[in-house]
């Protein structure tokens, strides 16, 4: 019997980002039920303000939207920025969820903000920060966008993300309050999916977040950014085997 499935987007995207994924589960026979949440400002909640919104409050929304759904015992999976939610869902309602894969996510340091991870610079030329494949003082959004999100991703396929990531913001409390992960740790079975070739967040850093929030598992997937839309039949036939 498959599981069902929640599943949280990450920076600049919504809850549409899921879809070519979810159409290669069921393609793949997977029968659970899936959940796509939108965080305040994007999808389906673009009209949001969020001025005031903050880390835990949106964990408190998504999760009271998981509880409404009825799913059963469902993975919970997330992408990118998510890694700075996922665990506050989970500490807040631990019993909601099954399992728990972070999917190439963010996750700073205890007390860091997510800015501050990420710093400002290009990649590897600051230790303490994960930088960027390109200069994004001097670039356009839609430039970073294509860097970010780009690779590996078919032509048609990437117009669409660039298209609708456009329109999605995160809220600003989210990249700029410090982050906690307390009491998060061994409260549900955790992965975490390393892509290998991902422009944003490189594997050796990935290595280092799945060990900050704990994960029994890692896999690995040979993959740029968002495998969800470069590579969807491959992602669905890993979930469906480690964790549907």
Known sequence: MSKDLVLLHGGQHGSWCWKLLIDALVKSGWTGRALALDVPGCGQKRHRETGSIGIDDIAHELNAEVLESKLKSPVLLGHSQAGILLPRMVTF?????????????????????????????????????????????????????????????????????????????????????PITREGFRGLIPTSYIVALDDPILPAAWQGCFAERVGAERIYAMDTAHEPFASHPDELAELLTNAFL
């Open 93 to 177: 309602a631990p019993s909601l969820y099954s399992e728990v894969v972070f999917l190439t996510t963010a996750a700073p340091k205890e007390g860091q903000t997510l800015a501050r991870m990420m710093g400002t610079s290009l990649h590897w030329q600051d230790p303490h920060s994960v930088g960027y494949p390109l200069d994004i003082a001097t670039s356009s959004r839609e430039e970073i966008s294509r860097a970010l999100f780009g690779p590996g991703v078919d032509s048609s396929t990437l117009e669409w993300l660039l298209a609708e990531s456009s329109l999605d913001n995160w809220p600003e409390k989210t990249g700029t309050s």
